[in-house]
């Protein structure tokens, strides 16, 4: 009889498993400390990351120009772009909230969960009272008794902070998402730093590389009100396992077209066409996400005749339909995403792409320490309008 | 507190049914034992006759669902749904080879099994929400029973959802804890012990019972419970003995994970009766 757990038996003059290795050398490596992180090479450019150029090689923006708010445009003439002065609606989450209201009157499926982060007031509770369940600062329970629910045929759409549902919860949205093809949705705000001064506790510039590699999980990153809003219907429609990343407060101006039909890429603009070769070449903006959206709609403001591609889907199936769609356009792209480089979307559409250029604006590696409001605390990672502008600019001196 | 729960008597015959499944859920899981992956032995023997209890109620088709929390014992609960009429095909000469469901730790693609478990602590999560959504849906007689292991209890998962599942009054949710005492690199009193638990139980808002996790017929009469009015959820406490059945390794922790030759399987299967 072998009386053992399931660790693969060793001799001494064998090699090592794995773990068995690992334990052989663990005090050596604890005294050592461990290897630095981060060392590999990268597919794309984040940003935020680029080394400086030399004062001399610095020029000015491809179009437009931009105020000089950062230390890296010190060198441009900047005047400041045209206000966007388009109204705004209900942000993210509470378009959320009143969108699954909405539909929870016609389908008594749906049920809305909460770990004590859905606020007072929340109007599900108000309006289907027997079937909102703030199940308290539960987040791991919440995503598992949500499979649970779904499992007993109900349209479980849960929501806390993005940190505490893609990270704490990590496992179980990989088992109830991913491996259970749940019908289960996760609506995560404070996605990004839009949670800002409350510290690095509350930001989440992670979520996407997580749930990215979980296969199966629809994930959306809608921009406005109606983006939002159709996402919720299509999630209780669909009855997938949706992830749905959000910000804080902010509202932003819902983008055309308003219906349920949201189309793979949304294109503000595009100048080029593969067939015809015209414009190919022309860089075009890729924006993820709330405010992904709002740096490239002020990029566009800025430098008038950038093409821009917006995209609300956000996971392997949409990103690689969507990823033929942008190579049918252009050949160069510049993605601005509110979350770190690695695993984010422009290393996604590098690897999808890979006749294309892909540059990354997004969040650097370093870790807010400082209070600041949303805007501030991104433009200490480096993601901001000037760095938006830079990846343009790096794109021109290419082809100059 | 700990209550004493009135049941209704059990019938000696259903009784006698479940005991000559648990022998045959025991020579299965030897069986499994003595395959080239060998299988956690110790807890699938010590599982076996509350799940046997356990499926029985399920059958009874009410909505009622098992959902085996220590996903380990997946070869005492591969037998538990053969014996039981649930699993067709015998998963012993299956178990564990390519092409077919019955790994290691069980998957929703096991006729009978709807959750993943093994990364202990999320089977009790997931029938707290079967039980949940049985009461919203006007069933609150339908029970989600989950079973968990006692060095299990070590996760916070399981003392998150039980808050939960006291707060939300889940008198339809049953916990039973197989305390067999083990766990992986030894036994729970030397490695995390939990001492008090029934009274743990009991605090955080629980019915809570002591039973002994191999008396068919108190388990037949504790699970067949109608709890359609409970306000509480049930903790049920149920003290097995890791290995039972096979006297070669009854009460050994070194039974957790075992790898037998099939000359030792057949011998160890004429001594359970």
Redesign the interface.
């Known amino acids: 009889?072998?009386?053992?757990?399931?660790r693969a038996v060793t001799t001494p003059d064998t090699t090592l498993s794995g773990r068995d290795a690992y334990r052989d050398e663990l005090p050596k490596d604890v005294a050592g400390g461990r290897p630095e992180a981060g060392t590999g090479t990268h597919p794309v450019a984040p940003a935020g990351e680029r080394p400086e150029a030399p004062a001399g090689e610095r020029r000015a923006p491809v179009a437009g120009t931009v105020p000089a708010t950062d230390e890296r445009r010190t060198a441009t003439t900047a005047t400041a772009p045209l206000p966007d002065e388009r109204p705004v609606t209900l942000s993210g989450r509470d378009a959320y909230r009143d969108e699954l209201t909405r539909l929870a009157a016609s389908d008594d499926t749906i049920?809305c969960l909460e770990a004590d982060l859905g606020g007072k007031g929340h109007p599900f509770q108000a309006a289907h009272p027997?079937?909102f369940?703030n199940?308290?600062i539960?987040e791991?329970?919440?995503v598992?008794?949500?499979?649970?629910?779904?499992?007993?045929?109900?349209k479980p759409f849960v929501s806390t902070f993005a940190p505490f549902a893609a990270l704490r919860a990590a496992?179980?949205l990989k088992?109830t998402l991913g491996?259970?093809a749940a019908g289960v949705t996760v609506v995560a705000p404070y996605a990004g730093v839009s949670g800002a001064w409350f510290g690095t506790t509350h930001h989440c510039l992670e979520d996407l590389a997580i749930l990215r590699s979980v296969p199966g999980v629809t994930i959306a990153a809608p921009y406005g009100d109606a983006e939002m809003r159709a996402v919720v219907r299509e999630a209780a429609r669909s009855g997938r396992p949706h992830y749905i990343r959000t910000g804080r407060n902010a509202t932003y101006e819902s983008l055309a077209p308003l219906g349920d039909e949201l189309p793979l890429v949304n294109w503000e603009f595009r100048a080029g066409d593969r067939e015809g070769r015209e414009g190919w070449d022309a860089v075009c903006l890729v924006s993820v996400g709330e405010e992904g959206t709002r740096l490239a709609l002020a990029a566009r403001r800025a430098a008038p005749g950038t093409a821009h591609a917006h995209l609300v889907y956000l996971d392997h199936e949409h990103l690689t339909g969507a990823a033929a769609e942008l190579a049918r356009h252009h050949s160069r792209f510049v993605v601005v995403e509110e979350h770190r480089g690695q695993g984010g979307v422009a290393e996604a559409l590098a690897l999808l792409l890979p006749a294309c250029e892909v540059r990354s604006v997004s969040a650097d590696r370093s870790w807010p320490s400082q209070g600041g409001d949303h805007e501030e605390v991104m433009a200490a990672l480096g993601l901001d309008l000037p760095a938006v502008l830079d990846a343009l600019d790096a794109f021109a001196r290419t082809t100059s | 507190m700990t209550i004493t729960l009135e049941a209704p008597p059990h019938d000696d015959e259903i009784v006698a049914t479940l005991t000559e499944r648990a022998v045959q859920a025991r020579r299965l899981v030897v069986d499994m034992a003595a395959s080239p992956r060998g299988c956690h032995l110790g807890g699938s023997l010590s599982v076996l006759d509350i799940l046997i209890a356990a499926l029985h109620r399920a059958a009874a088709d009410d909505g009622t669902e098992v959902v085996l929390s220590k996903g380990h014992a997946a070869a005492g609960l591969y037998a538990a749904l053969h014996v039981s009429g649930i699993l067709p095909e015998n998963p012993a000469p299956l178990y564990g080879l390519a092409g077919h469901p019955y790994t290691g730790h069980p998957g929703p693609k096991v006729p009978g099994v709807r959750f993943p478990t093994g990364s202990l602590g999320h089977g009790v999560p997931y029938a707290a929400g079967w039980a949940l959504s049985q009461k919203l849906r006007g069933r609150p007689g339908a029970l989600g029973i989950a079973v968990a292991g006692d060095g299990e209890l070590q996760e916070g998962l399981v003392w998150e959802t039980c808050q939960v599942a006291a707060a939300q009054e889940l008198g339809n949710f049953v916990l039973v804890v197989d305390r067999n005492g083990g766990q992986n690199d030894g036994m729970v009193a030397d490695i995390s012990p939990l001492p008090g638990l029934a009274a743990r139980f009991t605090a955080f808002g629980f019915d809570t019972t002591e039973i002994d996790g191999h008396d068919l017929a108190a388990l037949t009469d504790l699970l067949t419970e109608d709890r359609s009015t409970a306000r509480k959820p049930l903790a049920v406490i149920a003290d097995t003995v890791k290995g039972k059945g096979v006297r070669a390794v009854e009460g050994k922790p070194g039974s957790h994970y075992v790898t037998i030759d099939e000359a030792r399987a057949a011998k160890w299967k004429r001594g359970i009766r």
């Open positions: 009889m072998t009386t053992t757990d399931d049920v027997e079937r369940l199940l308290g539960a791991g329970a919440m598992d008794m949500a499979a649970g629910l779904a499992a007993g045929g109900h496992e179980s088992l491996y259970l």
